[in-house]
């Protein structure tokens, strides 16, 4: 009994009901995952925009380009293996706070690229 | 520039060429939305498909203020004998490694083509096809990096990879079938025709296969798949044409 769609693609690929998976995929059978950022404008920093599946570097670019830099206008593209990626074990309590120090800690940068941004608009 | 009424002739043939070819081309490629081989490549393919279909409204546009209909009915109204597009872009989409062949060998002629056309003394078409560059440019390197990677990932890609490159060879080279008129396009400068366009497509593309590990045949024993530019079509268009033109000929009056 061959699969009957309202998609006359689906129906053209003659799908067998109920057989089993062509491919077999084990659960490390899959391609690495790299990291993608994208620029927005010349100047601005690269920003982490999020990963992607592939085999190597050349093909997470050309996955990434149209998956990343689809929607809005971008300027330039990275591509970072995940693996290449450093971080400490255990880094998620060497951050916490010890709230009896919260005269170190700079509030005011958190503004900082809005104020930045409104100076240059008003230039 | 004024062109008279044989060169206008020559230049819509042209324009027939350029629209058909991406149209059914477009279409043909976005059959695979949805079922491409993996997520983001589903959506970069869709994407490029799109492309096209967007370069076939702007060339339909051109031919519809030389007087030729609307671009919609243009597009899905039109006899099958009246298309001009060549037999490479009719084929069914096969398995992924006859449209990424395809992809491969049409989108590198096309870019080649539109690199021609970008000098053109009729100016809009040389406009349209310089705006065109910045997605032809990714269009090639996606082609080449997957042919890249597919010849030489391992034994059955590379197996599949020539097959689909011995499949394509005799449709690619029926791409640059003489147009008619083609002599007057030269003369007035509107294009340099398709044997150049096909001497520098062998230029670029013969190196990228060689250096993905490809097998090349003698491309001088290759019968080429002519027709299309007259109008003689596989049985491949006229299903496609009746699938694509399902909607618009439930209502062609609709305001879209």
Redesign the interface.
């Known amino acids: 009994m061959k699969i009957r769609s309202l998609?006359?693609?689906?129906t053209?690929?003659e799908i067998e009901k109920n057989k089993e998976p062509v491919i077999d995929l084990k659960p490390l059978d899959h391609w690495q995952t790299f990291e993608v950022f994208v620029q927005v404008k010349k100047g601005q920093h690269h920003s982490h925009v999020g990963s992607?599946?592939?085999?190597?570097p050349?093909?997470a670019?050309?996955?990434?380009?149209?998956?990343f830099g689809?929607r809005t206008k971008i300027v330039s593209l990275w591509v970072v293996k995940t693996a290449d990626v450093f971080t400490a074990p255990g880094d998620e309590i060497m951050f916490e706070r010890n709230d009896e120090k919260i005269y170190r800690e700079a509030g005011g940068y958190k503004v900082m690229d809005r104020i930045n941004r409104f100076k240059k608009s008003k230039k | 520039m004024q062109f008279n009424k044989e060169q206008t002739k020559a230049l819509k043939e042209l324009l027939y060429l350029l629209a058909d070819d991406e149209l059914i081309l477009g279409h043909r490629n976005s059959?695979w939305t949805?079922?491409g081989p993996?997520l983001?490549?589903d959506?970069?393919f869709s994407?490029?498909a799109q492309d096209k279909i967007g370069h076939a409204q702007n060339f339909f546009e051109m031919l519809h203020e030389l007087g030729e209909p609307e671009p919609d009915t243009n597009a899905f109204a039109r006899d099958e004998n009246l298309f001009r597009c060549c037999h490479f872009v009719e084929y069914?989409i096969g398995e992924y490694n006859f449209s990424l062949m395809r992809h491969f060998l049409f989108d590198h002629a096309m870019f080649i083509r539109y690199g021609m056309l970008s000098g053109s003394s009729y100016e809009p078409l040389a406009s349209a096809v310089r705006k065109f560059k910045g997605e032809m440019i990714?269009h090639v390197?996606?082609a080449d990096?997957?042919i890249?990677?597919l010849s030489q990932?391992d034994e059955e890609s590379y197996r599949l990879m020539q097959s689909a490159l011995d499949e394509c060879l005799p449709l690619a080279l029926g791409m640059f079938e003489t147009l008619s008129g083609e002599n007057l396009l030269s003369d007035s400068g509107i294009y340099s025709g398709e044997e150049l366009l096909r001497q520098s497509w062998i230029e670029k593309v013969v190196p990228l296969i060689e250096s993905a590990g490809l097998i090349l045949p003698d491309l001088n024993n290759i019968q080429p798949a002519f027709g299309g530019r007259k109008g003689i079509h596989t049985d491949y268009l006229k299903p496609l044409l009746d699938?694509m033109s399902e909607v618009f000929k439930i209502d062609p009056d609709a305001e879209w």
């Open positions: 998609d006359p693609r689906i053209r690929l992607l599946h592939a085999p190597n050349e093909m670019y050309i996955l990434a380009k149209e998956q689809r | 059959e949805g079922l993996i983001e490549e959506i970069a994407s490029m069914p990714y390197l996606h990096t997957w890249k990677q990932a699938e």
